[in-house]
């Protein structure tokens, strides 16, 4: 047992880093450590940046543009990610329906799709929950008719993560009413340019707009866009979301939110003396670092128990990962509510065209986004599978309750 | 002991929630909030009539002689409508200003116009360097024959951009955070010199930052004793506290029965989610919590008038640290068993949540308050 990187493994890590450093643009990284939303054009960038260097698709198989690199290396890379902080690829073509395609897809499917995810010329979004299908999202309704060579999709899609960006939407569809429910679901990959599909924005808490809702109306899908087998959807999208077994717990992202709250605590005076010289303070703030020590630790143990996993079933541990992890974020956003204090009480939206936009902050140059993070991080025990239904499943999974 | 309402404070308490019923539904407020000053001056003339406005006033200055308790009853209702108008600077802050620090003639000016709604009020305590010591004063008075002129900059002004005066704190003498030398100053919020940035807050109320460069006051202007007007301060901040537990309780309320209805309601997996027993734990224990908060938010409101400071301080923190604690663990879980609507602009519950969760950041978090009420010693346990 070793618990430290190899050589080797030290040498990849600068390499990444020394990348990352030399060719995100500093709009970019200086947006995502103030805490402010990125444009679509920002991901995009980046993404192609990425995939030049060839680390777009850094978890697919080699043979489809991937690395090769060990699950050790894809950790790495995602904490490097993350405490640059730059941009994740888009996870919905990236760790999501690029996989389920090369694991299940048609070799048309492959050749055409996953070159374009690769270099995000397709945005794609996740149309799995329905409004009666959250939790329970087996239940889901919305109906696909086979028709000829096509078929009719009907029904509503809700909580669609930025389908407003979207040309593609992979949907979990009913196509066997009459079977058991898990067994009567398909697995669709939708061109969101069809007529009778409408978006509409759903404005969260702290008044952004990164959900929606996706309607479909007589909406007319070629059986070609069918991934795998009919009414075996369930089975792919188990397959999906049980595949994101590192990063989940977004570790370098709460590494780089507390170095941030540590620099901004620095700034912040609470009376004689900087707040972070507060003793109370501090040893809040410890408490967290401890949290994430071990967690970063209990994630390690999992990527580096991965190289014995012959399977691909889905790994319960990963749930361990995303409660602690989502817990973790959250922590660090009320830490930077109690830094700003009295200033995060003014609201200042961000403005779409940032550059024009001069009028002098409210308080602290950096307080616009931290009451508005610590609102909109609610979401982190919610999306995903509910923190609750991820202890549902280790309770059954794990412990065998 | 009794911890019954009085029958006029009953009949008070019926009013309020058939007003807050009729007039305060979740798309009235998002009308109100769209007038140009983000609140319904016609429903503060309905809040004047239906005796709001005076009731914490002496009758002699014009008010009905209500006590913390009235004030009590309607910031409760005040948390449960989300009400917008600025009862909270006007009437509980500015109000209080008036009440422990306006010589009788001052009150006999003001108070009618505060009850009749013509006076809006809004305190400038707060500065870029202060967090929350009310102590901690940078703003200028200096003396100018008999009047003063004031410099400095205030900010997070509460209601500061409708206000027709302000009332503003000021240093006359001392280093930046000496308990001496502070003075409190009522301000022509249209005097020459002043000039104010009004802005949204997260919570769908109003603030301001607010300048004062060169500002012009009569002699007449000194609220309490120029130069000793920190405990004038700290009295009124309590009595706010004490309201905001109590606004903070009455929205907390609304948080626990909309989750209590949602989990009746919503299904997932063929039966009502309530049926889970987490969920039903979960659900005590944001009542608990929202009990705990209640107590103290009566308990505060006991010890408002208290004329031993060092006791009254120690119950308002104590009181302010349970309900930021409470308002914190009533909101985060009230979003969670919500699921993605709970996150949604187009529901309620995110509202409530925003408001306690600013509530907190206003006079002292609970973690501030913790500090302060450790440092002077703990709790007054009860005798
Ligand atoms: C910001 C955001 C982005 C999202 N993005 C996407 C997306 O891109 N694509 C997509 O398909 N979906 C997305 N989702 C949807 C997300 O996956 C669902 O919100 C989530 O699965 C919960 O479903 P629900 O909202 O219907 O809540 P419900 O399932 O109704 O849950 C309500 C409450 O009941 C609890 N509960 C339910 N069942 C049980 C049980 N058996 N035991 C104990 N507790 C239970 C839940 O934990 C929760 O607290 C997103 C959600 C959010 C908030």
Redesign the interface.
């Known amino acids: 047992m070793d618990l430290r990187f190899t050589p080797e493994e030290l040498a990849f890590r600068d390499e990444v880093r020394t990348f990352f450093h030399e060719n995100l643009p500093e709009s970019i990284r200086t947006k995502l450590v103030e805490g402010k939303k990125l444009a679509k054009d920002d991901i995009v960038t980046w993404q192609r940046i990425l995939n030049k260097k060839g680390w777009a698709v850094a978890n697919w198989p080699v043979e489809w543009g991937g690395t090769g690199w060990t699950p050790v290396q894809q950790y790495i890379f995602q904490e490097e990610l993350q405490l640059t902080p730059a941009p994740q690829p888009l996870g919905f073509g990236v760790t999501m329906v690029g996989p389920v395609m090369i694991a299940f897809g048609s070799e048309t499917q492959k050749k055409h799709f996953l070159p374009r995810i690769a270099n995000l010329e397709d945005w794609w979004c996740q149309g799995f929950s329905e409004p009666g299908s959250g939790s329970d999202l087996a239940s889901l309704r919305t109906a696909a008719k086979r028709d000829g060579d096509h078929y009719i999709v009907n029904g509503q899609k809700t909580w669609t993560t930025l389908a407003q960006h979207a040309d593609w939407i992979f949907c979990l569809v009913r196509t066997d009413p009459q079977a058991k429910k898990q067994e009567g679901i398909s697995f669709l990959l939708i061109d969101m340019k069809t007529p009778g599909i409408t978006v509409r924005p759903i404005i969260t808490i702290e008044g952004g707009h990164e959900v929606n809702e996706v309607f479909f109306d007589d909406v007319n899908v070629p059986v070609e866009n069918l991934v795998g087998q009919e009414n075996k959807g369930w089975d792919y999208a188990k397959y999906l979301l049980g595949r994101e077994r590192t990063g989940i717990a977004r570790v370098g992202l709460s590494k780089e939110r507390i170095r941030r709250i540590k620099e901004l605590a620095a700034l912040e005076r609470d009376g004689e003396r900087p707040l972070i010289e507060d003793e109370r303070f501090r040893e809040k703030l410890a408490a967290v670092e401890v949290e994430l020590k071990a967690l970063e630790m209990t994630q390690l143990r999992v990527v580096a128990a991965e190289r014995h996993r012959t399977d691909n079933r889905p790994d319960p541990a990963s749930s361990i990962l995303k409660i602690k992890g989502s817990e973790i974020q959250q922590a660090t956003t009320e830490l930077l509510m109690e830094v700003v204090g009295p200033y995060a009480l003014p609201y200042q939206p961000e403005r779409e065209d940032d550059d024009r936009w001069n009028e002098p902050p409210i308080g602290p140059e950096w307080a616009g986004p931290i009451a508005p993070t610590y609102f909109n991080w609610r979401k982190t025990t919610i999306y995903g599978g509910t923190n609750e239904i991820q202890k549902n499943i280790v309770a059954k999974a794990i412990l065998g309750l | 002991m009794d911890f019954d309402l009085s029958e006029e404070q009953r009949l008070l308490k019926d009013s309020l929630d058939r007003l807050i019923g009729d007039r305060y539904a979740f798309e009235q407020r998002k009308a109100y909030a769209q007038n140009a000053e983000g609140w319904s001056r016609e429903l503060w003339r309905q809040y004047a009539e239906l005796g709001l406005l005076g009731l914490p006033f002496a009758e002699a200055d014009g008010g009905s002689g209500g006590g913390p308790v009235e004030t009590m009853l309607v910031m409760e209702a005040i948390g449960r409508g989300l009400v917008l108008e600025p009862y909270f600077a006007t009437v509980v802050l500015g109000g209080g200003f008036l009440r422990h620090g306006g010589n009788a003639e001052l009150r006999r000016e003001v108070v009618p116009k505060i009850a009749d709604g013509s006076l809006i009020l809004a305190f400038g305590q707060?500065e870029?360097?202060s967090?929350?010591?009310l102590a901690?004063v940078m703003t200028r008075a200096r003396r100018d024959g008999s009047g003063w002129v004031l410099d400095g900059e205030k900010?997070?002004v509460l209601y500061g951009d409708s206000a027709g005066k302000l009332i503003v704190t000021a240093r006359l003498g001392g280093g930046q955070?000496d308990r001496e030398g502070i003075g409190v100053f009522l301000v022509d919020a249209a005097a020459p010199g002043i000039s104010r940035?009004g802005?949204?807050?997260?919570d769908?109320l109003r603030?301001a930052?607010v300048t004062l460069a060169g500002v012009r006051v009569g002699a007449d202007a000194v609220l309490g004793e120029p130069g000793a007007g920190l405990p004038l301060v700290e009295r009124v901040v309590d009595e706010g506290v004490a309201a905001l537990c109590a606004e903070a309780v009455g929205a907390m309320a609304i948080m626990h029965e909309l989750t209590v209805e949602y989990l009746k309601t919503r299904?997932?997996?063929?039966r009502e989610?309530g049926s889970?027993q987490?969920?039903q734990h979960r659900a005590v224990d944001m009542l608990i919590a929202l009990e705990q908060a209640r107590s103290m938010a009566m308990y505060a409101t006991m010890m408002a008038a208290e004329e031993n400071a060092t006791e009254r301080r120690d119950a308002i923190s104590a009181a302010k640290i349970q309900i930021g604690r409470s308002g914190?663990f009533v909101g985060?879980q009230a979003?969670?068993l919500h699921?993605?609507i709970?996150?949604?602009?187009?529901y309620k519950v995110?509202?409530y949540?925003?408001r306690v969760?600013?509530i907190d950041?206003?006079f002292g978090?609970a973690?501030y308050h913790?500090?302060a009420l450790a440092r002077r010693g703990g709790s007054p346990i009860a005798t």
């Open positions: 707060t870029r360097n967090r929350w010591n901690d900010g997070v955070r940035r802005y949204p807050t997260q769908g603030a930052e299904r997932q997996f063929g989610i889970f987490v969920l914190k985060q979003i969670q699921g993605g709970g996150m949604t602009m187009e995110g509202h949540f925003k969760t600013m950041t206003i978090d973690d913790l500090r």
